[in-house]
T-cell receptor, first 113, second 116 residues
């Protein structure tokens, strides 16, 4: 099935560094979301974006909804060891095209203390 | 309970067998979703229910897969004649009301299905 193009696939960083990951699609989404998944758990919502061009923060996380509605990025500032996990972007078309989420392939983040 | 729960957490079965996976959504959530996550991949949509009816089942891979939600709460995903390629983590999510612009899906921990 369709998945969004997410990059990078993995990142290895030192504690305190900033990280950035992004997601692109060939088609438009009306909502972009970023989830984090820990081993043995389901994805947990970090940030939701509802308007093209929107920039939203949640603590050390900042995400933007691309103006073309075909892309989004997530930044994590001053990383800490508990940021380790897999980060997924997801797109949702919304009312006219259903509520299903289309996910990226994930970015595996490793933070070295 | 406070969150979405799924049982069993792990299921090992033999090729050709029938399995049922159960999802208990968050109380009061009208929409329920099933996704499948293969190793190293993001979740892929299977089916979603609004109340008791399947509003979108276009993600089901073939007719061996079927899901029900008879009373609009608990849902069961049923897989007949399992194949090794069905091995994956099956995730369930629920939301308050599907189709709204702020419809947030909350995920359960998943059932890890292994077909030998």
């Amino acid at each position: 099935g369709q998945q969004l193009n997410q990059s990078p696939q993995s990142m290895f960083i030192q504690e305190g560094e900033d990280v950035s990951m992004n997601c692109t699609s060939s088609s438009i989404f009306n909502t972009w979301l970023w989830y984090k998944q820990d081993p043995g758990e389901g994805p947990v919502l970090l940030i939701a974006l509802y308007k093209a061009g929107e920039l939203t923060s949640n603590g050390r996380l900042t995400a933007q909804f691309g103006i073309t509605r075909k892309d989004s990025f997530l930044n994590i500032s001053a990383s800490i060891p508990s940021d380790v996990g897999i980060y997924f972007c997801a797109g949702q078309r919304g009312e006219t095209s259903g509520s299903r989420l289309t996910f990226g392939e994930g970015t595996q983040l490793t933070v070295n203390p | 309970g406070a969150g979405v729960s799924q049982t069993p957490s792990n299921k090992v079965t033999e090729k050709g067998k029938y399995v049922e996976l159960r999802c208990d959504p968050i109380s009061g959530h009208t929409a329920l979703y099933w996704y499948r996550q293969s190793l190293g991949q993001g979740p892929e949509f299977l089916i979603y229910f609004q109340g008791t009816g399947a509003a979108d089942d276009s993600g089901l891979p073939n007719d061996r897969f079927f899901a029900v939600r008879p009373e609009g709460s608990v849902s069961t995903l049923k897989i007949q004649r399992t194949e090794r390629g069905d091995s994956a983590v099956y995730l369930c999510a629920s939301s308050f009301l599907a189709g709204t612009s702020t419809d947030t899906q909350y995920f359960g921990p998943g059932t890890r299905l292994t077909v030998l």
